[in-house]
């Protein structure tokens, strides 16, 4: 059984940086892609990044775009998202997912980090 876990969430002030990880452990761990998602107080969750496990594809959403980095380390299990030049409207819980399909849909990944909450302060 695969688990997700995130980490690297708190709080930043606006034009500050985080890095995000998402963990994931269990023997047969290979996904085809891997995203992020992220969820504001009051919103519907939406897409933010995703990448494919062996690294080829990467694609953003336009409002993190040049601002985010996500990448992965396979031999670790490792996905990260490296967030820069921070937003209040960055705030939200963010979650990481891993997938059996290239989308940019939830409902492709069928495998859920429990959040990490990002905080961004103007």
């Known amino acids: 059984q695969v688990q997700l876990v995130e980490s690297g969430g708190g709080l930043v002030q606006a034009g500050g940086s985080l890095r995000l990880s998402c963990a994931a452990s269990?023997?047969?761990?290979?996904?085809?892609?891997m995203g992020w998602f992220r969820q504001a107080p009051g919103k519907e969750r939406e897409f933010v990044a995703r990448i494919t496990w062996g690294g080829g594809s990467i694609y953003y959403a336009d409002s993190v775009k040049d601002r985010f980095t996500i990448s992965r380390d396979s031999a670790k299990k490792t996905m990260f998202l490296q967030m820069s030049r921070l937003k209040p409207e960055d705030t939200a819980v963010y979650y990481c997912a891993a997938g059996r399909y290239l989308s940019n849909r939830s409902n492709a990944f069928d495998t859920w980090g429990q959040g990490t909450l990002v905080t961004v302060s103007s």
């Open positions: 269990g023997r047969t761990f290979s996904p085809y892609a």
